[in-house]
């Protein structure tokens, strides 16, 4: 059962290229509002929405300002 609120929104981070996990095949969101934390609705490997952790760009450090 997914949680509703009122305002959605949308969380920091993208969604896996290569999601990872079990082979769920029922929709567990509909939008990041109705995930846990940090989580992030996104379509996992059975192609339907549930709750997963984001992925981050990497920064790339070694550009220099000298």
Do not use: E
């Amino acid at each position: 059962m997914t949680r509703r609120h009122f305002v959605n929104y949308i969380k920091q981070g993208s969604c896996p290229k290569d999601p990872k996990g079990p082979w769920l095949c029922t929709h567990t969101c509909t939008t990041d509002s109705d995930c846990l934390r940090a989580l992030k609705c996104c379509p996992n490997r059975c192609g339907v929405l549930t709750c997963q952790m984001p992925r981050f760009q990497d920064v790339d450090n070694s550009l220099s300002l000298n």
